[in-house]
């Protein structure tokens, strides 16, 4: 029993230190707020959405027409997928989706090389409208 507890106990230790030592730490903490919790991490705006992959990946290809972006780069396996696009001014947009649950999907995006907040939070908008 003491062995068991001792390897628990390590690893929170190296759980802690990894998490605070990879610069996701704000990443963990927004997390921590639920689900439904976007966060803003390093110029990416991600959220988890109660939606399946196929469902998020529709509305974000509607998201992008609706805010008249046209879709450069549309890739999409059973468990991810990545569209590209680009305003008129030249920032790039990249969306990221990765399935974590067969209902459930976190989406990643970022708005020009080091992040525009107020373009990523209109893009997720328009996304969640078309859930």
């Given at each position: 029993m003491l062995k068991k507890m001792k390897v628990v106990a390590l690893g929170v230790v190296l759980l802690a230190f990894v998490v605070t030592q990879s610069g996701c730490f704000a990443l963990v903490v927004g997390a921590a707020a639920?689900?439904?919790?976007?966060a803003w991490v390093q110029g990416v705006l991600e959220k988890n959405l109660?939606?399946?992959?196929?469902?998020?990946?529709?509305?974000?290809?509607?998201?992008?027409?609706?805010?008249?972006?046209?879709?450069?780069?549309?890739?999409?396996?059973?468990?991810?997928?990545?569209?590209?696009?680009?305003?008129?001014?030249?920032?790039?947009?990249?969306?990221?989706?990765?399935?974590i649950t067969e209902k459930t999907c976190r989406v990643k995006i970022r708005v020009g090389v080091f992040g525009d907040q107020e373009r990523s939070q209109s893009i997720l908008d328009a996304l969640e409208r078309y859930l």
């Open positions: 639920g689900a439904g919790g976007i109660d939606a399946p992959l196929n469902k998020v990946h529709v509305a974000a290809q509607k998201a992008l027409k609706k805010l008249k972006l046209s879709v450069t780069q549309d890739i999409k396996d059973t468990h991810s997928a990545k569209l590209q696009s680009q305003y008129s001014d030249g920032k790039d947009v990249t969306i990221n989706i990765e399935a």
